[in-house]
């Protein structure tokens, strides 16, 4: 049993904190990466969260963000997630429906959330994260999405970590992305450049908040 789990879904993206965790007590904190894509990530999450019986799970990695004018989120930032959303694109554009008993939606822990941006060293917003299959590659369908579900950023496994842990009875759940491009055509040419840099700022506020909470020895 462990008290955090911090999973991503590949090492890049948890590579910084694995470098400034090798201090901490055992059984304090579970780092693991689950896969990319919705499904990787659901299975990832759900078998990772078997093994580690965490009392919380943080899901730390890199996201892009929606045009919104002066409040958009710059690029190196982070955001803390509030919400996310499961997308589909034949929903948004009205060729299809999601079933009504699909869950399509989550919310996180905003005790979790305060904890996590109260030891931020500049303040850091919160935000609904959109999760689709598909990373999108056009400004038209990211206006769609946006507009559809009020989302700031887009990150393909949040979702799907955050339900894993909701159906695992887990209720302290937490994402924190790093803004590594703004979503559209030029999105992954600008992943590629920014992407180290927005894993580590998002890596650095999940290691503030354990460091704050960190049990000091005598």
């Known amino acids: 049993m462990t008290a955090t789990l911090v999973l991503s879904a590949w090492e890049p993206e948890i590579a910084p904190l694995r470098a400034l965790v090798t201090r901490m007590g055992r ?44 409040a958009t989120p710059p ?26 008993p699909m869950v399509t939606e989550v919310m996180t822990s905003p005790i979790l959330a305060a904890a996590l941006g109260a030891v931020a060293p500049h303040p850091v917003p919160s935000g609904t994260v959109a999760c689709p299959v598909a990373i ?14 009020g989302a700031t950023l887009e990150n393909l496994e949040a979702f799907a970590v955050i339900r894993a842990a909701t159906m ?19 999105a992954h040419p600008e992943w590629r450049v920014n992407h180290l840099a927005a894993s580590r700022t998002a890596c650095n506020i999940v290691w503030g908040m354990l460091a704050a909470n960190r049990p000091r020895s005598r």
């Open 168 to 186: 695992a009875g887990i209720e302290a759940t937490a994402a924190v992305l790093g803004v590594a491009n703004r979503v559209g055509p030029r």
């Open 136 to 149: 999108t590659r056009t400004a038209t369908l990211a206006a769609s999405i946006a507009a559809a579900t």
């Open 27 to 70: 059984g304090q904190l579970t780092l693991a990466t689950v896969g990319v894509g919705a499904v990787d990530a659901a299975v990832g999450a759900a078998q990772a969260i078997a093994l580690a019986r965490p009392k919380r799970v943080v899901f730390v990695g890199t996201a892009g963000v929606y045009r919104r004018g002066r």
């Open 75 to 100: 690029i190196g930032s982070a955001v803390i997630a509030d919400r996310a959303v499961l997308v589909s694109t034949a929903v948004v554009r009205g060729d299809g429906y999601l079933p009504p």
